[in-house]
């Protein structure tokens, strides 16, 4: 059996959520969420939960690499100049100034020669040309 009813409780309050574009707080842009009680039931907020900004985050800045034959002094046996950059203005070119990294690929230097191989008939092969001979003629 359950017990007795218990009281009603409080009623709930309504909130309005309202959303503005770029708060002052946002260098970048961004929105503000703002939290307010509808005391009255007019559809308007009338007290302040609060407010929460959200904001974009800044640019990114893109990289570009170059490839290009290491010198003879840095590579002695040929290799790759690789140099890494930022893209400060987007135009995807190494414009003036330093190159932020830049680094060599390098070959190594060629093994030396192997022995030459020794030549070896097996007895296999020598049934087959004896049965090739016999065959043709």
Do not use: H, M, Q, W
Request: glycine content about 16%.
């Amino acid at each position: 059996n359950d017990g007795a009813t218990g009281t009603d409780g409080s009623d709930g309050r309504s909130v309005v959520v309202s959303v503005n574009a770029d708060p002052i707080e946002c260098a970048n842009g961004g929105i503000e969420i703002v939290l307010e009680y509808d005391e009255d039931g007019d559809g308007n907020g009338d007290t302040s939960i609060g407010s929460y900004a959200i904001c974009n985050g800044a640019d990114g800045i893109g990289l570009i690499i170059r490839k290009s034959v290491s010198d003879v002094a840095d590579c002695p046996n040929g290799g790759t100049l690789v140099e890494i950059d930022n893209d400060d203005n987007g135009n995807g070119l190494f414009d003036d100034g330093p190159i932020a990294v830049s680094f060599d690929v390098c070959d190594g230097a060629d093994g030396s020669n192997g022995s030459d191989g020794s030549y070896t008939c097996s007895l296999l092969k020598i049934f087959i040309f004896i049965l090739i001979i016999y065959i043709i003629g």
